[in-house]
């Protein structure tokens, strides 16, 4: 079995889900996300050139998908680079989906990559997963929710959005 390095159709699904509802024409303009963090399109916070997000930006619906896969193809490498080569596609994309919520620092420091690494299937990693639920100390439901499909993800190899 080769390394997987690349996302999957599953993980983009998955990430537009929760950072657009599947509709960015709605997030063209940019919005404080629940942790008060200044993003557009699908989950941007930080344009490929590395300037931040900022109150009154627009971006068009091509420009969205345009900075999700500059974005996506950094959080690749990050998470390609901090896992094992046993992962399979259905765990990498869900490894990815989270560093891309949360940032590649959050999953590199986590016990969650350190029992990935230890053993892919160990059926406590869900519990990782269910423990990044909070922003600014807040346990937010759409945080809840989207652990839960990673996991999902993760052990099942499917989608599944109603938790």
Known sequence: ???ITKVSEKCI????HF????DVTRYLTAYKCPAGVWTIGIGTTLYPDGRKVAGGDKCTVEQAYEYLRHELKVTEARVDSFTTD????QQFDSLVSFAYNLG???LKGSTLLKKVNARPTDPSIEVEFNKWIYAKGVKLQ???????????LYFHGTLKFDF
């Open 13 to 16: 699904k998955l990430i537009e």
């Open 104 to 106: 590649s620092g959050a």
């Open 142 to 152: 759409g945080l809840i929710r989207r652990r839960k499909a990673e996991a999902w």
């Open 19 to 22: 950072e657009c509802g599947g």
């Open 86 to 89: 046993l992962v399979t596609q």
């Open 1 to 3: 079995m080769s390394k």
